[in-house]
C-alpha cells in the first residue's frame, strides 16, 4: 500500500491476516498505532492456537508521521525479519524489548529523534546482519555484534556521542579509576592466558605449515576463500558458498540456464527455506583488466540496498557473494526461462498470446515506474532487455539484474567500456541477438538516465508485438518525426508477431494503444513519458476493459 493518499492510524484490523508476509507502508500520512492496540497485530506473535506464521516476515513503516515512542509491544513481533521506520518523527529512547526479536536480521531506525542509549538486549541479537542507526540523537556504546561490526560509518553517523572500537567511532572511555583498576586486575591474567595460547599456536601453525605439502588445488581454494563477503538469506555464508560450489559442481557448464552482459546464469537445487528448493547463481564475469580485483567499498553497500527492494514484478534478490576474483548474486528461479528464449522458440512464442503479451509490458512498465519514482535514490536499470525480463508460471514478467551494471561499471562518467562495447542497431547485431537499445543510445550521448530506461522500455514493448528483434524497424524509422501520427501507428500494428491469430477487437485497442506509446518512448529524450505516467495509462487501461 505504498506512495497512496492514504491517512490516520494504522487500523489494527489488519491483524486478523494470519498469512501475511510483507507490510509495506512507506511514504504515507499515517500517525502512530495506538500501543493499547498494537498487540492485535498478532500476525507475527507467537501463539499456541495458530500455525507457525511464514518466514521472511517484512514491515516497512518510512517515511510517515509517526512522532512518539517506540511501543515496548514491538518485542512481542518474534517471528519479524525486517523492519524498516526510518524518516519518521521517532523520539525517546530504543525500548530494552526489541533486543528480544530474535528473527529480527534488518533493523533500519535512521532519520528520527531517538535519544538515549542503545539497549544491552541487542547484544544478544545474534541473528541481526544489517542496522541503521544513522541521524538520531544517540550516545554511549555500541553493541558488540555482527550488525553492529559490519556495519558501514554511514549507518551509525550523525548521532551525538555513539563510540567503539569499530565503525569509525571513537573508543569509549572509562572515568572511573575503580572500574580502570578492576579491569587492569581482570584482562592482566586473561592476557597471560592468551599470550600462551597465542605462542602455543604459533608454534602448531609453524611446525603443521612446515610439514605441510601444498597442492596447487589447494593454493587455488586458498585462494578463494580470501577476503570474501556473504549474505545468502539468513544463512551462514562460507558454509553456503560450499553448497553453492557443491550444487553446481563448481559451476559445471551443464547446470547454466543462460548467459548474460554480466555472467553466466547457474541452477543451483537447494533447500534454503521450505518454500524455496531452486535458485538461480549469476556468476559474474571476472574484471576486464588483468590484476584488477574487486574491492569492497561502495559495493556493498550497494548489495546491502539491493536486498531491501521488493516489487512483485522485480526478481527477488536472496544475497550474494563478493569477492576480489570470484561474484556471484544469488536470484529468485523462474522456470519459465526469459522472454527472449520463449520468443525465440515457435511452440512458446505461441503460447504468449496477445492478452499475455500486453500484461508482459504492463508489467515493465510497473517495475520501472517503482525503480524511477517509488525508490529514493532512484534506480536506473541500465540493461533492459528481453533477456533480463523472465516469467514465471503464470506468464507473470518479472525484470531481473537491476542494479548490476551499476555494481559492476560504478563510474557513470565513462560508459565507453559498459559491456564491452557499444551496440548500435543494426542487422548483424539483430542476427547475432546483441541488442541493447540502451547502449545504442549511449553510443551517441554518453548520458545516461532514466531516460535511457524509457528508450529501452518502447524497444522491448515493440520487439514483444513483433516476436523478433525490432533493430531494422527502428533503423527504418530514423529521419522521421516520431511523434503520433495514424501512419506510423498502422505500420506498427502491420508488423505485428504473424504466429499469433489477429487480436480481438479489445486487445487491438489496447495494442494501438502501445504502439503510439513506444513511438513516444523512442522519440528525443525530452519528449519521452516518466514511466510512472506510463504505469497509471495502463492501470487506467485495465481498469476500462
Known sequence: MAENDIGGTIPPELGSLSQLAELHLASKSFSWIDPKRARKFDFFAESETKRQPTLGCYVNLSNNKFSKEIPIELGSLVHLSFLDMSYNSLRGEIPWQMGTMQSLEALNLSHNSLSGSIPATFHDMLGLLYVDISYNQLHGPVPNNTAFRNAPKEALQGNIGLCGNFGGLEPCQNNSKKHRKIAILIALPIMGAYLLLFMIYIIAFYLGRKSKNQSKKEEKDETRDGAVVFWVLNYDGRTMFGEIIRATNDFDPIFCIGEGGYGKVYKANLQIRPNINIVAVKKLHPPCEEGHERKLGKELNDLRALLEIRHRNIVKFYGFCWHE??????????????????????????????????????????????????????????????????????????????????????????????????????????????????????????????????????????????????????????????????????????????????????????LTSIASLILTCLDEPQSRPPMNLVSQDFSAQSAHF
Open 325 to 510: 576474483r570470484q561474484s556471484f548474486l544469488v536470484y529468485e528461479y523462474l522456470g519459465r526461462g526469459s522472454l527472449a528464449s520463449m520468443l525465440r522458440k515457435e511452440d512458446e512464442a505461441r503460447a504468449l498470446d496477445w492478452s499475455k503479451r500486453v500484461n508482459i509490458i504492463k508489467c515493465v512498465a510497473h517495475d520501472l515506474a517503482y525503480m524511477h519514482h517509488g525508490c529514493s535514490p532512484p534506480i536506473v536499470h541500465r540493461d533492459i532487455s528481453s533477456n533480463n525480463v523472465l516469467l514465471d508460471s503464470e506468464f507473470e514478467a518479472r525484470v531481473s539484474d537491476f542494479g548490476t551494471a551499476k555494481l559492476l561499471n560504478p563510474d557513470s562518467s565513462n560508459w565507453t567500456a559498459l559491456a564491452g562495447t557499444l551496440l548500435i542497431f543494426s542487422t548483424s547485431n539483430v542476427r547475432n541477438n546483441d541488442f541493447s537499445s540502451s547502449f545504442s543510445e549511449l553510443a551517441y550521448t554518453m548520458k545516461l538516465t532514466e531516460k535511457c530506461d524509457d528508450y529501452s522500455f518502447g524497444a522491448l514493448a515493440l520487439e514483444v508485438m513483433m516476436g523478433k528483434q525490432p533493430g531494422d524497424f527502428i533503423s527504418s524509422l530514423n529521419g522521421s518525426p516520431l511523434e503520433y501520427s495514424e501512419n506510423l501507428v498502422t505500420k506498427i500494428m502491420e508488423v505485428l508477431d504473424q504466429r499469433l491469430p489477429p487480436p480481438s477487437p479489445q486487445v487491438e485497442i489496447q
